[in-house]
């Protein structure tokens, strides 16, 4: 099977209740931004993104804020149900440097029943 | 389905064997690429190609090969494997290059080099 990430922070939620995941981001430069949700034994699932002229868009049960002045990015996903239970990686991309999207660490999300 | 996929699934292998990877997407994207993921989850770019052409080669070595026989495809062949070649490798592919691409990714080939 798939092998675990042993030292991925984690994060444990109530299911109902709201997650928030955070995301530093090393880049002053970067000007788009993607959220991405990848479930055991998956490859990563776009969920949400947005451009460095906003500073939050919404989706379907999901946020996503930026902050631009301290380089941090989060993702609220609201009501978290079982089947949020994943890894969430957010990517940062520098349209001027090339088409090439670096993704972060990720965040180990567990739905306890 | 429309998809990426790629095979084979899981790949376990014998150091300093030559192993290949396939990738196919029916999305009618030009941009494929190929993703290392280690055990951390850590994912990073290894290749890209834009219509069969390389756009991207991060530092790889060069025992890895990407080719692209047409704009649907893109194979990874890895010569003399490594102990440190074991991790999952993710194939993906986008249909603008633009500054709000979004990569569809498959479901990954997890590679065990004994």
């Known amino acids: 099977g798939e092998s675990v990430g042993l030292h991925l922070p984690t994060l444990s939620v109530q299911e109902g209740d709201n997650s928030i995941i955070n995301c530093a981001y090393s880049?002053?430069?970067?000007?788009?931004f993607i959220w991405y949700k990848q479930e055991s034994g998956k490859g990563p699932q776009f969920i949400i993104d947005i451009r460095s002229n906003m500073d939050k868009r919404q989706g379907q049960r999901v946020t996503v804020l930026l902050n631009k002045t301290v380089k941090h990015l989060s993702l609220q996903i609201a009501a978290t149900q079982p089947g949020d239970s994943a890894v969430y990686f957010c990517?940062?991309?520098?349209?001027?440097?090339?088409?090439?999207?670096?993704f972060g660490g990720g965040t180990r999300v567990l739905v306890k029943p | 389905d429309t998809a990426v996929s790629q095979t084979p699934k899981y790949l376990v292998t014998q150091m300093g064997n030559d192993k290949s990877i396939k990738c196919e997407q029916n999305l009618g994207h030009d941009t494929m690429y190929w993703y290392k993921q280690d055990s951390k989850k850590f994912l990073k770019i290894m290749f890209s190609?834009?219509?069969?052409?390389?756009?991207i080669n991060e530092t790889v070595p060069n025992r890895f090969s990407p080719k692209s026989p047409d704009k649907a495809h893109l194979n990874l062949h890895i010569n003399s494997l490594e102990l440190g070649d074991s991790a999952v490798y993710f194939c993906?592919?986008?249909?603008?290059?633009?500054?709000?691409?979004?990569?569809?990714f498959g479901s990954g080939t997890q590679l065990s080099v004994l």
């Open positions: 990517a940062e991309k520098e349209e001027a440097a090339g088409n090439k999207l670096t």
């Open positions: 880049n002053s430069a970067s000007d788009y």
């Open positions: 190609y834009n219509n069969k052409e390389l756009i």
């Open positions: 993906a592919s986008s249909d603008d290059l633009g500054p709000n691409e979004k990569l569809f």
